[in-house]
């Protein structure tokens, strides 16, 4: 039997079922479900995601409520004393240069704000850090006291890998899925993210793979794309995706200069970029971002869980802590 991918399932997309509903008529034409569910897949599934992320806030709250409660219980105490001691009790205040360092960061959406003039709201930004923080170290430690199962599964959608060589071991408990434009600002600061999760949990754990998606008001992106085929080609696609990533300009004469830079073979770069050997290749990768219900730029598939836009490196860490604690040990 076909497994039906759990997205399907949850946004009702069973195939044979969705096709045979029309939903709306214009004089002798019939437009069916499985159509306009197409048209509108990218909303579709923000919406299932939007639904896990609300359930899974409620779960997290609940079994939180249950831990203290039932610690506070074998204390004698009451919630609330138990929360005093073990959070808030526990809690410091930001040193100098912990609000210095946050000012420094948040420095250019700052504006012409002086470290003086927003100190007192750096302080209750980091004092709330600080108490959340606290909390879910609490929280864990009594989870290993009080076994906690959440049988909730967030929606997944299946991606194709597509024809660039991933980077890690193709035996990695977890897979990123980067659909991605080489004009997008968004994009060139995403990459940062993903070097920074990339180097943390190591090749054996985390593969990435590239897809693209340039967007059709970036006029720089397929060319770009497809230059990057050539040059995986000759086996050098991410040392040149990474030059792509850092160049401020893409035009033909900038796609030859990065190629020559990462020991590209002139001729046989030049030859495949002017024959658009990889036209095809950008428009599956296109097709296969939009059939996954992208929209824009960068749309990140984590084992299947898409998680779009350029998020912080927490963000992915949530993700793929999930992952690698649900993967087959061994």
């Not at 939007?50 to 610690?71: C, H, M, N, P, T």
């Not at 890998?161 to 899925?177: D, E, F, M, S, W």
């Not at 995706?241 to 990065?258: G, P, R």
Request: glycine letters at 6%; a negative charge.
């Amino acid at each position: 039997m076909r497994k039906v991918p759990f997205i399907i399932l949850a946004l009702g997309l069973l195939p044979g079922l969705a096709s045979a509903e029309t939903v709306a008529t214009v004089g002798k034409k019939a437009i069916d479900r499985a159509e306009v569910e197409k048209a509108v897949r990218s909303q579709l599934v923000e919406v299932e995601n939007q639904r896990y992320a609300a359930l899974k806030a409620g779960i997290d709250q609940l079994v939180a409520d249950s831990l203290f409660e039932q610690e506070a219980a074998a204390r004698g105490v009451t919630v609330e004393q138990f929360q005093q001691v073990e959070i808030v009790d526990k809690i410091q205040q930001p040193t100098p240069d912990q609000i210095k360092k946050v000012y420094e960061e948040n420095k250019e959406q700052l504006g012409e704000a002086t470290l003086e003039q927003v100190q007192d709201q750096i302080v209750q930004y980091l004092l709330r850090k600080t108490v959340q923080d606290r909390r879910q170290v609490v929280i864990d430690e009594l989870k290993k006291k009080y076994p906690t199962k959440v049988a909730l599964k967030p929606p997944v959608v299946e991606v194709g890998l597509g024809t660039i060589p991933p980077k890690g071991n193709p035996k990695a408990p977890v897979t990123i899925i980067e659909f991605s434009d080489y004009q997008c600002p968004f994009c060139k600061r995403a990459e940062t993210t993903v070097q920074e999760v990339l180097k943390a949990y190591g090749p054996d754990k985390v593969r990435l793979v590239y897809r693209n998606f340039p967007l059709p008001f970036h006029s720089d992106a397929r060319p770009a794309a497809e230059a990057a085929g050539c040059a995986a080609e000759q086996g050098k696609f991410w040392e040149y995706h990474q030059k792509l990533m850092d160049a401020k300009e893409l035009n033909a004469e900038s796609l030859k200069k990065l190629a020559g830079e990462v020991g590209l073979d002139k001729k046989k770069f030049d030859e495949c970029v002017a024959a658009e050997k990889f036209k095809d290749a950008v428009e599956k990768d296109i097709e296969a971002g939009q059939e996954a219900g992208v929209n824009g730029t960068p749309a990140f598939f984590i084992n299947g869980r898409m998680l779009d836009g350029a998020q912080p490196f927490d963000k992915f860490k949530e993700v793929i802590d999930e992952e690698l604690a649900s993967a087959p040990k061994g």
